[in-house]
């Protein structure tokens, strides 16, 4: 029988090496959001790809595929992301007005946070999400409170948020073709120059209101077709 072999202090040849698997990075569909956030605010939304972002976590794309779809929904996890500090106040029917000028800015303003992250929402049509939703319900509770009708409120909504979302995208075009290369903040300048260079005999309307068309100072556009779209809503409050 043979005999058993006694230790002989040697080191364990290769072969004989208790194998160890290399580490799994692990995270969650939090941490994709965060990254592709990241890359976003630092790189742009024309860097925010699968690789991109699974090279921000150490990883392959494949990997992300195990908490998100796809690009689409990379985007409307981002877009919930970031509207969640966007909050409505309980209804108050006697300021129905100024609560939803402030949720519309406060959507704006936080879009706008994000450099060129509104660019993003043509690529995914009509967003959803939990924060979209929470905020989509609370715009109506607003707008239902102060006596408007269930038509009303719906087309106000829509209509409110693509007015919101349409200016922070233009800002954000702005921003990019700045990065770029391309025309940027100065757009009022060339709006102005190209307008002034009309010939008066055919265009004498919008020649004899350069300054008037080219202006772009703060949030003074925004805030008059906020005003604008509020005023046209109260007009269909029903009689008292």
């Known amino acids: 029988m043979p005999q058993p072999t006694e230790p002989t202090g040697a080191p364990a040849l290769p072969w004989e090496r208790p194998r160890r ?91 706008v946070a994000h450099g060129d992250l509104a660019r993003l929402l043509p690529e995914i049509g009509v967003p959803t999400g939990e924060s979209i939703t929470v905020h989509s319900e609370g715009m109506l509770a607003i707008l239902a409170a102060a006596g408007l009708p269930k038509q009303v409120c719906a087309y106000a909504v829509d209509a409110l948020s693509m007015y919101v979302t349409g200016i922070a995208a233009e800002e954000a075009s702005r921003a990019y073709r700045a990065r770029s290369g391309g025309p940027g903040p100065d757009t009022a300048a060339r709006v102005e120059d190209y307008i002034a260079a009309l010939p008066p005999d055919r265009f004498p309307m919008l020649t004899g209101m350069v300054a008037e068309l080219a202006r772009d100072v703060g949030d003074e556009r925004f805030e008059f077709g906020l005003d604008l779209m509020v005023t046209g809503l109260a007009a269909h409050l029903p009689a008292s």
């Open 21 to 111: 698997s290399a580490p799994r990075r692990t995270f969650s569909r939090e941490a994709v959001v965060t990254a592709a956030l990241h890359v976003i605010d630092t790189e742009g939304v024309e860097a925010m790809t699968m690789r991109r972002v699974a090279q921000e976590l150490g990883t392959g794309p494949a990997s992300l595929y195990a908490h998100v779809s796809g690009r689409e929904e990379m985007i409307v996890l981002v877009l919930d992301r970031v509207l969640a500090d966007v909050t409505c106040p309980e209804p108050d029917p006697q300021r129905w007005r100024e609560q939803i000028k402030d949720v519309a800015r406060d959507g704006r303003r936080a879009l």
